[in-house]
């Protein structure tokens, strides 16, 4: 069966999903709250009891749909969980079809090596992070002091994986590369996004 791929915007608009009630489906979502949890776990550790409990204990009144990504680092094993927030009938759309897969843009961003120690985006009012390929870190910039942003940032990945500046290749889209911003990242790896890049080709 041929994989519809299905780019929504607002997910309290169910139509476009009813109306492929019998395809198998790729969707990916653009505009919707997104949170990350990452949490230091053993091997032996149950992975849906402990996005159960973060639910509980974090989103117990909220609808988020769920994906989860298993990192290794610096001999340390990490749980990074994705909560997404929906409409609570798009929600139960998808799990009575169960034939879907979900992503958003900054999930699988191509333009990440997986094999590289951390990556740092900043881009359409967005800074990403990623260890290893996996995103840990995504966090709007719109109306925020960006150095302030990128500080606070990169601060919670230093005490939360032991990642030091010198580990990061920085992208940093032209826009933003005023001359404080170049200074502040003075003797890093910094490179320029040229142009605006289009999230689709992304996925």
Known sequence: ???KTLVINDTNDISKLKEL???????ILLNEKIFI???RVDKKCNIEEKIEQLIRDRFFNYTPLVHYEVLKYNKSLFLIVYFIGCDERFKSLL????DFALTFPELKNKNILSFKKA???LKNLKISIYIK???VLLKSVKDSNIIEVIEESLKGLEKDFGVSLKDFTFKIQKEYLKEEIKEWFKGLKLNEIRGEENLYQKI
């Not at 799990?95 to 169960?98: A, P, S």
Request: charged share 50%.
């Open 37 to 39: 949890e990452t949490l």
């Open 133 to 135: 390929g996996k995103l």
């Open 1 to 3: 069966m041929l994989i």
């Open 95 to 98: 799990y009575e079809r169960k």
């Open 21 to 27: 009630k019998d395809k198998r489906v790729k969707i």
């Open 119 to 121: 990556t740092f985006e």
